[in-house]
């Protein structure tokens, strides 16, 4: 039996206005990302709801504070919601203080709403190497942005100890069908066929290598008819192997920290000698 998740990145309008505040102008932009909690989240909720499966949303603060009811109709639903960083800039992108000031604020955010935060999934991937101490100082149980790994393991951050819970872009939706002309975010727009086949095949082949398995699909890409309709079937055909236990993200990882076989690993930082690799603009 493998244990698999569902989760569903709530990002909204954020990613776009990270990439610059010029893009709140243009309603047709704006009007593409608010379909995510206006249609993706409802119609992915019933699609859940159909299949009594749980699942775990990470939500933004920005998109909280915009969308509050999203995140209360999550909540009441009885799925996970998550840490997403507050406005989804890269912490590559902010200095440690900004990069603090922004992870308490959307802590206090989806607090406010009533949501029990236990996991933290970093904007586009892009933790800095402090990224997951603050996540673990700020007494989080888990992190689900790493790909070195295809198990959970815990993770000795140097200021307390995480789970992760790791991911891949050959699991997210957004390399798949995140096409906007402006910002250019260039993934072509696949056919339903194929996203569920390379969907399928990892859930097979993990299901052989006794992986974790977790997607990530944005609600304004996933929540598309023929895209929930890829869900359904990667769902369906999970179901009918028999093999598979849906969880939420904090199940996951509760279960990972109490088993005394679960990896155990350290924050080693790459360190760079500049005569062998110089910096470069
Ligand atoms: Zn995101």
């Not at 100082?137 to 200021?159: C, F, N, W």
């Not at 290598?209 to 609600?219: A, G, K, S, W």
């Not at 023929?226 to 509760?254: M, N, P």
């Amino acid at each position: 039996m493998i244990e698999a998740c569902l989760t569903f990145d709530v990002d909204a309008e954020s990613p776009v206005l990270a990439e610059g505040a010029r893009h709140a102008r243009n309603l047709g932009v704006m009007s593409h990302q608010a379909y995510g909690p206006l249609v993706g989240v409802p119609r992915i909720l019933d699609l859940l709801r159909e299949y009594h499966l749980p699942a775990t949303f990470f939500v933004p603060g920005f998109t909280a504070d915009r969308y509050p009811q999203t995140v209360e109709a999550i909540l009441a639903a009885g799925h996970e919601v998550g840490h997403h960083s507050y406005a989804h800039r890269s912490p590559l992108a902010q200095s440690e203080e900004e990069e603090r000031a922004d992870f308490a604020r959307a802590l206090e955010t989806l607090r406010r709403l009533g949501a029990e935060v236990e996991g933290f999934r970093c904007p586009s991937w892009e933790p800095g190497w402090r990224t997951p101490q603050i996540v673990a100082e700020h007494g989080l149980l888990y992190d689900s942005s790493l790909m070195d790994a295809d198990r959970p393991y815990l993770l000795d951050t140097g200021a307390g100890e995480i789970v992760e819970l790791p991911v891949h872009w050959a699991l997210d939706d957004w390399e798949q069908y995140a096409y906007l002309p402006d910002p250019p975010f260039r993934s072509p727009i696949e056919s339903p066929a194929k996203v569920l086949d390379l969907w399928t095949s990892e859930l097979d082949a993990m299901r052989r290598y006794d992986c974790l398995f977790v997607l990530t699909c944005h609600p304004f890409l996933s929540g598309r008819p023929h895209r929930v309709e890829v869900l359904r079937r990667l769902i369906e055909h999970a179901l009918a192997a028999g093999d598979v236990a849906f969880r939420r993200c904090r199940d996951v990882a509760r279960r990972a920290r109490a088993d005394a076989d679960t990896e155990r690993r350290a924050l080693a930082p790459v360190a760079v000698d500049p005569a062998v690799y110089p910096e470069r603009p």
